[in-house]
Nanobody
Framework: QVQLVESGGGLVQAGGSLRLSCAAS????????MGWYRQAPGKQRELVAT???????AYADSVKGRFTISRNNAKKTVYLQMNSLKPEDTAVYYC?????????WGQGTQVTVSS
């Protein structure tokens, strides 16, 4: 059983910052990649950022230069530093961990950016 637990969401004014954290627990040694997705009301879930093990992180165009993803492989954690937040960043943010062909998801954390 693998669990991903996110924390760090909340309400922030436009231009502000938040840092999301995600910790994995359970019977998994490591992930091939960890990342963050988000889903706004009425929209499909979309990739925000991904950090493959031993690879180069990648970001959605909409967050490049504002968000930074980082990992602590020993602790099986992933972080998302979000700066210069915009109202359009409002969404539920989900942590993702991928191992082989299996995707694991957190329960989601709400991020609301007020204008």
């Amino acid at each position: 059983q693998v669990q991903l637990v996110e924390s760090g969401g909340g309400l922030v004014q436009a231009g502000g910052s938040l840092r999301l954290s995600c910790a994995a627990s359970g019977t998994i040694f490591s992930f091939d990649a960890m990342g963050w997705y988000r889903q706004a009301p009425g929209k499909q879930r979309e990739l925000v950022a991904t950090a493959p093990t031993g690879g180069t992180s990648a970001y959605a165009d909409s967050v490049k230069g504002r968000f930074t993803i980082s990992r602590n492989n020993a602790k099986k954690t992933v972080y998302l530093q979000m700066n210069s937040l915009k109202p359009e960043d409002t969404a539920v943010y989900y942590c993702n961990g991928r191992w082989s062909s299996t995707n694991y998801w957190g329960q989601g954390t709400q991020v609301t950016v007020s204008s």
